[in-house]
T-cell receptor, first 116, second 112 residues
Framework: GALVYQYPRRTICKSGTSMRMECQAVGFQATSVAWYRQSPQKTFELIALSTVNSAIKYEQNFTQEKFPISHPNLSFSSMTVLNAYLEDRGLYLC????????????FGEGSKLTVL | GEKVEQHESTLSVREGDSAVINCTYTDTASSYFPWYKQEAGKSLHFVIDIRSNVDRKQSQRLTVLLDKKAKRFSLHITATQPEDSAIYFCAALRNSNNRIFFGDGTQLVVKP
């Protein structure tokens, strides 16, 4: 079956430092990977959609300078939260899209970021 | 861009009753509507989906209804069980750009 491994599961970092998280698709080819942040209030924000061999598309309020993403192949993607501050805390989820135009996302278990 | 609204923030039902969660969307180009479930401390798990070429889809105790004119879709859970308790998120996707937007979630509590 299709699985998505995401790590680390949780990170505590000092304000101003950075956190990198990785997403590994197993058993299928992730043509696109969507990165989301779930706030403590449980709402989801789409950060960016990364498609192999295409430019990464960031949503409003999210930039490549703050959330650089790498998606070098169909099974791996990573995102870094640079210069993390209190407002960056939350659960970061990667969702790997199975195929094109199918819409079904397989989510990793999430990387919880706590900023001190 | 797309805005998905989920109307019930919490829903409490007795075991065996039915539960209905309603969502609306704004982008008429959205064509795929998945539902996800999040249990406490866990990630999102796919529950059921519906595409815009149909208006109803059923899978065991779950049924999704889609009203494209009203830009509204709903998840119906019959014969609820305590293990159905979770936060349910509706979402909408526009196939042309593969961007999926989520509602704010409905906390479903099924009381024994």
């Amino acid at each position: 079956g299709a699985l998505v491994y995401q790590y680390p599961r949780r990170t505590i970092c000092k304000s101003g430092t950075s956190m990198r998280m990785e997403c590994q698709a197993v058993g299928f080819q992730a043509t696109s990977v969507a990165w989301y942040r779930q706030s403590p209030q449980k709402t989801f924000e789409l950060i960016a959609l990364s498609t192999v061999n295409s430019a990464i598309k960031y949503e409003q309020n999210f930039t490549q300078e703050k959330f650089p993403i790498s998606h070098p192949n169909l099974s791996f993607s990573s995102m870094t939260v640079l210069n993390a501050y209190l407002e960056d805390r939350g659960l970061y989820l990667c969702g790997a899209l199975l195929g094109t135009n199918t819409g079904q996302l397989y989510f990793g278990e999430g990387s919880k970021l706590t900023v001190l | 861009g797309e805005k998905v609204e989920q109307h019930e923030s919490t829903l409490s039902v007795r075991e065996g009753d039915s539960a209905v969660i309603n969502c609306t969307y704004t982008d008429t180009a959205s064509s795929y509507f998945p539902w996800y479930k999040q249990e406490a401390g866990k990630s999102l798990h796919f529950v059921i989906d519906i595409r815009s070429n149909v208006d109803r889809k059923q899978s065991q105790r779950l049924t999704v209804l889609l009203d494209k004119k009203a830009k509204r879709f709903s998840l119906h859970i019959t014969a609820t069980q305590p293990e159905d308790s979770a936060i349910y998120f509706c979402a909408a996707l526009r196939n042309s750009n593969n961007r999926i937007f989520f509602g704010d979630g409905t906390q479903l509590v099924v009381k024994p």
